[in-house]
T-cell receptor, first 113, second 114 residues
Framework: DTGVSQDPRHKITKRGQNVTFRCDPI?????LYWYRQTLGQGPEFLTY????????KSRLLSDRFSAERPKGSFSTLEIQRTEQGDSAMYLC???????????FGPGTRLTVL | AQSVTQLDSQVPVFEEAPVELRCNYS??????LFWYVQYPNQGLQLLLK??????LVESINGFEAEFNKSQTSFHLRKPSVHISDTAEYFC????????????FGTGTQLKVEL
């Protein structure tokens, strides 16, 4: 059990560019969650998967955002045509359906210039 | 919908003093309650949780929290803090019907001073 990992840890991009983040959950955790955390705020829910199925998306997830978990293991979060307001820490978490706690990765900090 | 309120954005305290970080929640259904800790440039670590049963829950590093249903609170306490406890603390709730997604408060920055 190596914990939840996220890549990259930091991303700086120019407005209008596309970015993609990756999350590797704890093995055999079938639920995977994405959150966004802006400065001075708590994390806000974006979306979650059970295995490969995306079961819920927050209204925060505009049509520029897309998330996938094609084989029910790792997940990617893509932001198209980035805006300065997308600058935030993007957190991934996973959990087993047998337990109630979510385990978080270290996050990907996105800065849009 | 659920919401979480952490009224104190910052709590300064001297080392070895007691501390209480306040958390109140609002929900129309039964919830699970959590405290997470976040150190600078790191992800969140679970500190303790209340799912059911005893309303007083404890962590391995001396923190405790008590679920109070009538006051809809889940305050975090430690009788004697250490410099290493300096971090951001987040209270969160979830419920089974909502996919167990977490709703967080805005966080409380605990700063322990010598």
């Amino acid at each position: 059990d190596t914990g939840v990992s996220q890549d990259p840890r930091h991303k700086i991009t120019k407005r209008g560019q596309n970015v993609t983040f990756r999350c590797d959950p704890i093995s055999e955790h079938n639920r995977l969650y994405w959150y966004r955390q802006t400065l001075g705020q708590g994390p806000e829910f974006l979306t979650y998967f059970q295995n490969e199925a995306q079961l819920e998306k927050s209204r925060l997830l505009s049509d520029r955002f897309s998330a996938e978990r094609p084989k029910g293991s790792f997940s990617t979060l893509e932001i198209q045509r980035t805006e300065q307001g997308d600058s935030a820490m993007y957190l991934c978490a996973s959990r087993s359906t047998l337990a109630n706690e979510q385990f978080f990765g270290p996050g990907t900090r996105l800065t849009v210039l | 919908a659920q919401s979480v309120t952490q009224l104190d954005s910052q709590v300064p305290v001297f080392e070895e003093a007691p501390v209480e970080l306040r958390c109140n929640y609002s929900s129309s259904v039964s919830v699970y309650l959590f405290w997470y800790v976040q150190y600078p440039n790191q992800g969140l670590q679970l500190l303790l949780k209340y799912l059911s049963g005893s309303t007083l829950v404890e962590s391995i590093n001396g923190f405790e929290a008590e679920f109070n249903k009538s006051q809809t609170s889940f305050h975090l306490r430690k009788p004697s803090v250490h410099i290493s406890d300096t971090a951001e603390y987040f209270c969160a709730v979830s419920f089974t019907g909502g996919g167990n997604k977490l709703t967080f408060g805005t966080g409380t920055q605990l700063k322990v001073e010598l």
